[in-house]
Each structure stands twice: as structure tokens, then as C-alpha cells.
């Protein structure tokens, strides 16, 4: 079944404590990217990747970083985590960039004390 | 970069009536345009989309039109059900740029 997973799911922490977020897809995708959703603000791109090793930033990458050692996988770590940055995160992925549907992960919210 | 603003930002319909949800955009380039619909605790999952070729794609209860000279882009739901009821996102892309989404609008359809 095609898929993008992310973990966790749910997650509470605290401020400055480093955490990852994981996403694997498994329909052979090019391109990945990393979305916060606020309410009345949509979805806002955190970071974006259009192959393995190539990243780049976004329209909100403050605070944030992400790697693609691999085509399948592309993880959101958050290395000091802060209040503003409690939200509902999704991954997706698509064969191109901009130019196909997207498949998004089930979503991961995040509470940062 | 690109600008999309969605509105309304909250649709209550009857059923059975019809919703209408409009988008507007800033790039000129872009010519990818899709509407996605997320349910309540659920991913966004695409519903339609329109290139910029076309200027209308139907689909059973829903379609789009697009405007390019305008550059806006509407999505059309008649015959509204509860289970129509979410959050629709509407987006414009181009190959050479990310997608970016409109803020969402919250449609409920009352029985």
C-alpha cells in the first residue's frame, strides 16, 4: 500500500529537549517536504527536498532542520524546541516538485511546554 | 513567491445546497492547482485538481473552474452532504516552485 508514515503520532515535551520527527514514504518519490498547520494560518512549508542531499528551505524553517540521507526517509528535528513551535506537523511527498498530487503522512502533534 | 488566499474562511450550507469556495493567487507562473479535503483528526487528501490548460474538470459532485487572466480558481460543490463536511484547502504550483496553500475553509453541512 502506498504510504507515507510519520512518528510519533503524539508527542509532548519540553522546552530545549532535541527531538525527531520520522517520515518514510515507500512509493519511490523524488520530492518531500515537512508542513506546520495553525489554525486560520493553512499549511506552511517548513523545509522541502527534491532529492537525496538536496534540501532548502521554506517559508517558516526557523528552528528547524531536516536531512535526506536516503530516498525513502526525511526527518524534522526540532534541536531545541520551543513553545511556538507546539503544532499539528505533516509530512508529504510527491514524484515532482509543484507539479502532482501530494501525499501527506497522518500528521504528528507536537505540544512543547 | 506565490500568495494564495481562500475564502470563506467558514461555509455553513444545508443540505443539500450548493458551496462554493473561491481562491485567488499572485504567480503568474503557476499552473498546477488543486483542492485538498481534510476531515476531522485526518490527513489533507486530494479531491481535484486543474491544470492551466483547462478551464473547467467536473467530477461527479464537485468541480473547478479556473480564471487565468483573473488568476482565481473556484471549487464548486452541489448537492452538499454531511459527509461533505471538512476543511478544503485550495493550492497553486508551478514545476519550478512548492505549492502553497490557501489559510482552509471550514464547510459544515447541517442535516
Known amino acids: 500500500e502506498a504510504q507515507v508514515t510519520q512518528n510519533p503520532r503524539y508527542l509532548i515535551t519540553v522546552t530545549g529537549k532535541k527531538l525527531t520527527v520520522t517520515c518514510s514514504q515507500n512509493m519511490n518519490h523524488e520530492y518531500m517536504s515537512w508542513y506546520r498547520q495553525d489554525p486560520g494560518l493553512g499549511l506552511r512549508q517548513i523545509y522541502y527536498?527534491?532529492?537525496?542531499?538536496?534540501?532548502d528551505k521554506g517559508d517558516v524553517p526557523e528552528g528547524y532542520k531536516v536531512s535526506r540521507k536516503e530516498k525513502r526517509n526525511f526527518p524534522l528535528i526540532l534541536e531545541s524546541p520551543s513553545p511556538n513551535q507546539t503544532s499539528l506537523y505533516f509530512c508529504?511527498?510527491?514524484?515532482?516538485?509543484?507539479?502532482?498530487?501530494?501525499?501527506f503522512g497522518e500528521g504528528s502533534r507536537l505540544t512543547v511546554l | 513567491g506565490e500568495n494564495v488566499e481562500q475564502h470563506p474562511s467558514t461555509l455553513s450550507v444545508q443540505e443539500g445546497d450548493s458551496a462554493v469556495i473561491k481562491c485567488t493567487y499572485s504567480d503568474s507562473a503557476s499552473n498546477y492547482f488543486p483542492w485538498y479535503k481534510q476531515e476531522l483528526g485526518k490527513r489533507p487528501q486530494l479531491i481535484i485538481d486543474?491544470?492551466?490548460?483547462?478551464g473547467e474538470k467536473k467530477d461527479q459532485r464537485i468541480a473547478v473552474t479556473l480564471n487565468k487572466t483573473a488568476k482565481h480558481f473556484s471549487l464548486h460543490i452541489t448537492e452538499t452532504q454531511p459527509e461533505d463536511s471538512a476543511v478544503y484547502f485550495c493550492a497553486a504550483s508551478s514545476g519550478n516552485n512548492d505549492m502553497r496553500f490557501g489559510a482552509g475553509t471550514r464547510l459544515t453541512v447541517k442535516p
Open positions: 508529504a511527498s510527491s514524484l515532482n516538485r509543484g507539479a502532482g498530487e501530494l501525499f
Open positions: 527536498s527534491m532529492n537525496v542531499e538536496v534540501t
Open positions: 486543474i491544470r492551466s490548460n483547462v
